[in-house]
């Protein structure tokens, strides 16, 4: 008699209604639960890997043209300036009428030339058009990586099409301000006759 009721407790412990065992269902559901909550944090680590990437990735982009665009903007307004001075001196040359007159006609036709040159120089690499882009791809960098920031903060319910697309938009950035400077030098090329692969 006492072996038929320990054997129906166990039957009723590890059985339930359907005949099924309760105790490897129990288990199996554990598992699972493990499984899944492992799977979560290696998404969210991954999430994170590849959020700081475009974070680094983004501010090395912000400060490589932001250089670019200072220099840029020094270089447009330094040969403006020398431009100026040239033509200033030119006209204060030929204004004097400086004994003898033969010198100085020919200084001035000197320097009237290197004005030429700088001016020449001026159009062709368009420093002042490519400084309002490198400031324009700086604006739109920034922009991208306050949105990284955001994510930052948000990372639980960050997906891998938010972090995957900033990083299209970077190279859509990246694209539009080479095509840019590209057409910037093939239109000055053809102004001057010749091309240039820079």
């Known amino acids: 008699m006492a072996s038929s009721v320990s054997s129906d407790s166990e039957i009723e412990e590890n059985s339930s209604g359907d005949g099924k065992p309760k105790r490897k269902e129990t288990t199996t559901n554990k598992v699972i639960e493990e499984t899944k909550s492992n799977v979560s944090a290696m998404t969210i680590e991954e999430f994170k890997s590849k959020l700081t990437y475009v974070q680094t990735v983004i501010a090395t982009g912000i400060s490589r043209f932001e250089k670019k ?3 840029n903007h020094k270089f447009g307004i330094g040969i403006k300036l020398l431009a100026l001075a040239l033509s200033a001196i030119v006209t204060v040359i030929l204004g004097l009428n400086l004994e003898p007159l033969v010198l100085s006609n020919r200084v001035a036709l000197v320097i009237s030339a290197l004005t ?3 001016s020449g120089i001026s159009t062709f690499f368009d420093f002042n058009k490519l400084s309002l882009k490198y400031k324009d791809t700086v604006d739109k960098l920034e922009i991208l ?3 990284a920031d955001y994510l930052e903060l948000s990372l639980s319910n960050t997906s891998a099409e938010s972090v995957n697309g900033l990083m299209d938009e970077y190279f859509v950035i990246l694209d539009e301000t080479y095509a840019y400077f590209q057409s910037v030098r093939l ?5 001057s006759g010749t091309t240039t692969d820079d």
């Open 69 to 71: 665009r200072k220099r």
């Open 187 to 191: 239109d000055d090329g053809k102004q």
């Open 116 to 118: 030429g040159v700088v």
């Open 145 to 147: 990586k306050v949105r």
